[in-house]
């Protein structure tokens, strides 16, 4: 699957290491390029193929220096020769990890834990951060595992031996969710205990964490207090019913 889609535009910004001060390219997303964004339930945001919830913690690819990114640490420009020497996004973005291969989805999660253990102090809202990353990180494991089925091959939507590939991949990325489980699960039950002491925590997310843990009970109970219905909340409730743990798609 292309990881880029022709038609979404960038901009560059820059950021400086606070530890050695080498320049880091970052690109964002021109807003109105955005063709197709997708939703899933675990709250993940995909434009155009593209994660579109920003990355808010870098490792430095100069020093190692592990940082919470600023917003007003992001610079417009810099100058020509400073781009020179300027680090490409490739090799910070995602901790420099290859997500399209099982083993870089793998060292992404890995280095949120690190960074769960290493930035110290940490906030509340920024252990939130974290660990939704580090749950978004583990769904990707599967969250496209079924984006090709046998009938695009019938169909001549894609190739037959790509299809054999991506189906092999998928099932290599399951299997090492379900290797990762204990850890995925921890994570969960820490993330549930945050927001149930926080009362401006939306019930919806809550329900969706118990039921991908798969304490669909639990997750009934706090859908039980929702009174507004939702598309959300209606497919919410049918894989509760189903006993589905799986993250889904919501909208896209
Ligand atoms: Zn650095």
Known sequence: MPWFNAMTSFEDFYIACPCCSAWLIGKKTKADSVNQSVLY????????LIPANPQKIVLCPACGYLFWLQPDACHNSISDSEKLTAYTWPSWRFFGCNLLDNNGRIALINHYWNALKLLRPISVEQEIIIRKSL???????????????FVDVVRGRINFFYWIISRKFSRKGRVLFESEKPRFETNLLRLIEILEQDANAEPAIIAEFYRELGDFRMAAQFLSKIVRRTHFINLLNSQIQLGDKSVFKVAG
């Open 41 to 48: 339930s675990d709250g993940m945001i995909i434009n155009d």
């Open 135 to 149: 749950l978004w990180a583990y769904n990707d494991l599967y969250r496209d595992a079924d984006a090709w089925k």
